[in-house]
């Protein structure tokens, strides 16, 4: 499948609709795959750590997700042009989910934040089967991946934040066989619920996403910081490109 490296980091070029048929080719051979949300900051972690980059280029989908991918395709002529969000991912394997009668499974954040979601998903999504959910503070994992497998899911969706989530994906995959589909989801559960607001369709058509989030959470500004960091070493790496 096609890849493009940034920082020695993968990156998936594909649509959204590329990746639901290229998923649906998988699903009806039987194999697993794994979806992981790249952007700035985890470009930057991986750098530093080889666990994190591991993960991501192991995953079978690294989507675009946040515009300084964007930026560093143009800088490097790269084939990427548009972002994949991990939210609007989900909701895209979600409605596969439902046109092709497969079990949908949410594990992840607070019990009533999963529960919500779970609730407005189901409204919002004719035919969807939510067929079981966990909150994201359980201890006991086997009790959870037995709720799991007998709930019949073929597709799960972790939200523990990351690296936690990609980490529990790759540690319970093979455990979990009847699962088709993983997607390490981040804050995706607070957003269906409705307790976290998305930016404005300005901001996000603007590529601005980051602004808002940053007047709505002034704390957030640390870990932009990875996004001019990222440039100027994406800028510096001209021969990194493959
Ligand atoms: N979360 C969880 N268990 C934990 C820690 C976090 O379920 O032990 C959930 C948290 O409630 C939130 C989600 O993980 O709903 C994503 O967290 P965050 O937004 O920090 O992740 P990011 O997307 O920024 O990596």
């Known amino acids: 499948m096609k890849k493009e490296q940034y920082l020695g980091v993968s ?14 080719t998988r699903i009806q051979r039987g ?3 794994t979806v992981i949300a790249v952007n700035p900051e985890k470009v930057m972690t991986a750098r530093r750590d080889p666990l994190v980059k591991d993960l991501i280029n192991n995953s079978t989908y690294q989507i675009a997700d946040g515009v300084g991918m964007i930026i560093a395709a143009k800088l490097k002529k790269g084939e ?45 999504i004719p035919g969807l089967r939510v067929v079981g959910y966990e909150n994201g503070y359980v201890k ?28 529990w994906i790759r540690e319970n995959m093979p ?7 993983l997607q390490g989801v981040g804050g995706s559960f607070d957003v269906y619920s409705g307790n976290v607001q998305r930016a404005p369709e300005f901001y996000r058509r603007a590529g601005l ?24 070493a994406v800028i510096t790496s001209r021969g990194d490109k493959k």
């Not at 979600?94 to 609730?119: C, D, I, P, R, S």
């Open 140 to 167: 006991d994992q086997n009790a959870l991946l037995e709720k799991i497998q007998t709930s019949g899911a073929q597709i799960i969706f972790v939200a523990l934040g990351s690296p936690r989530q990609e980490l």
């Open 11 to 24: 990156v998936s070029p594909l649509t959204y609709d590329q990746i639901i048929t290229d998923m649906k």
């Open 80 to 124: 990427l042009k548009e972002r994949v969000t991990g939210v609007d991912m989900m909701g895209r394997i979600l409605q596969m989910a439902a046109a092709e009668n497969l079990g949908v499974f949410f594990y992840g954040a607070k019990e009533a934040t999963v529960k919500k979601a779970k609730e407005n998903l189901e409204a919002t």
């Open 209 to 232: 996403e980051w602004l808002y989030r940053l007047m709505k959470e002034p704390k957030r500004l640390k870990r932009q910081m990875a996004l001019p960091k990222f440039l100027a």
């Open 31 to 33: 194999e697993q795959s």
């Open 175 to 181: 455990k979990l066989p009847e699962v088709k589909v």
